[in-house]
């Protein structure tokens, strides 16, 4: 009697998780590209949006922080550390938020083909980062204008930031996305934390502000903070090459980032886990 060789075949609706993305680069480009070019669709400004809104943001930010609460006369270059803050969390909001919604905008090539549910999530954080890329030309420019030199250091803290910011996008990403399919409440919850994204970080105030009014083991955890730990990547390498180094980097932030980056891994690790149990029920929630 003939046994039939199963090794090969895999349980339907069920993949590899991240890892089988990389065998779907062709399709993930062209989720991307559908991402990018539909942001604007019939908007007569188009991209310029991209430029627009982060600087009425900036606009807003620094008359309010900057002037009405004096902000801007101590902190050198203000404008500098205020904008490379907002970069950064508008680069988390929106891969958060965007890959929260990937499986539901989805919802027709979900419930019709199958294909690595885990792509809608990662391409929705490479579309964030597209979009985040002119705001950082800005910011570029701007240190430029300043004085501005790159070095080895702070091109690394520039490029760990957005590993991190990656990295935590795509875990919650993922997290609330699936939960999101079946509890819409999830959305909600999603908003709530970026409301919350701007304040969690030293994006309008400094981190000294922060050490002064808490207790130490509070502050600790502030500064391991991925959020935290990304913006003050940026301010030390966009920002503070350009500022009077009145106000020093933060203690061991080399330390804090790389917790706050296995910090980024282990909600990686849970928001597969919970990715993967919920998956096999998309087809049939939307």
Known sequence: MTTLDLSEFRTPGRGRGIL?????????????????????????????????????????FFVVMGLFLGLNRGVDNFAVYLFSGIVVINFFNEGFGNATRSILENGALVQKIYLPRELFPIAAIIVAFVHFVPQAVILL????????????????????????????????????????VSFRDAQNVVELIQMLSTWAAPVLYTWQFVRDAVPRWLFDLYMANPLTAAVELFHAGMWFPTSDGKIPHPEHLWTNAFIALGICVVFLVIGQMVFRRFERRFAQEL
């Open 141 to 180: 420019i701007a240190c430029l204008f300043l004085g501005w030199t790159p070095s080895v250091s702070g091109v690394l803290a520039i490029a760990l930031g957005l590993v991190i910011i990656a990295a935590l996008s795509l875990g919650l990403g993922m997290l609330f996305g699936a939960v999101n």
């Open 20 to 60: 089988a993305v990389f065998t779907w680069r062709y399709l993930l480009r062209l989720l991307v590209r559908k991402g990018t070019q539909t942001r604007y669709r019939n908007s007569v400004l188009g991209w310029t949006w991209s430029y627009v809104k982060p600087a009425f943001q900036f606009g807003v």
